[in-house]
């Protein structure tokens, strides 16, 4: 399984979350997420990948599961809070 932040919450039923080892962008559907829970900014998700139903070529995020929450993020040596 692959894991994932949080980045962008449509407000519609989407949402776009950041990879963490690959750091690419991932498309999440309300369907594809695990309890039709809604998802914030910052929710540490688990998900696999499957090919795109719309965008050929593309993949999207499934059996997404949340692991999680960002509270802080490391940048030098400053501490910055979300």
């Known amino acids: 399984m692959n894991t994932a932040t949080v980045v ?5 039923g989407y949402w776009f979350a950041d990879a963490d080892t ?3 962008r991932i ?4 369907k594809d997420v695990v ?5 914030k900014v910052d929710d540490r998700i688990q998900y ?9 070529g593309e993949e999207r995020a499934v059996h997404v599961k949340v692991i999680g929450h960002v509270i802080a993020i490391q940048r030098g040596e400053n501490m910055v809070r979300p």
């Open 35 to 39: 309890r039709k829970r809604f998802l």
């Open 8 to 12: 962008f919450n449509s407000g519609k």
């Open 22 to 24: 690959t750091h690419d």
């Open 48 to 56: 696999d990948l499957a090919p795109s139903l719309t965008q050929p």
């Open 27 to 30: 498309y999440i559907h309300q």
